[in-house]
């Protein structure tokens, strides 16, 4: 079992960046592979990055690549998604999410944890 809780969300200028982080509990942290996922207002749910148990691999969404970054520290329990460059279309809720088996598609995700609202202003 592991449990998930975003931090860091909040209200930013087009242009400016955000950091967002997800602490994990559970001491098994490390085995899984972890992702960051949004949902926008009227929208479905879509991926935004992913990282391997490692942090040796990593995926992002053709809409975030070279503005976003994701890593994580698994001494900390923590995975984080660097956010620079934002623009009103990232305004959405981010979650963050643990897999086995990692990849794009939130389907393969088993954790999930309760969202942060990032809220970016034109």
């Known amino acids: 079992q592991v449990q998930l809780v975003e931090s860091g969300g909040g209200l930013v200028q087009a242009g400016g960046s955000l950091r967002l982080s997800c602490a994990a509990s559970g001491r098994t942290f490390s085995s899984y592979a972890m992702g960051w996922f949004r949902q926008a207002p009227g929208k479905e749910r879509e991926f935004v990055a992913t990282?391997?148990?490692?942090?040796?691999?990593?995926d992002y969404a053709d809409s975030v690549k070279g503005r976003f970054t994701i890593s994580r520290d698994n001494a900390k329990n923590t995975v984080y998604l660097q956010m620079n460059s934002l623009k009103p279309e990232d305004t959405a809720v981010y979650y963050c999410a643990a897999s086995r088996l990692g990849g794009a598609d939130p389907s393969r995700y088993n954790y999930w944890g309760q969202g942060t609202q990032v809220t970016v202003s034109s």
């Open positions: 990282i391997n148990w490692s942090g040796r691999s990593t």
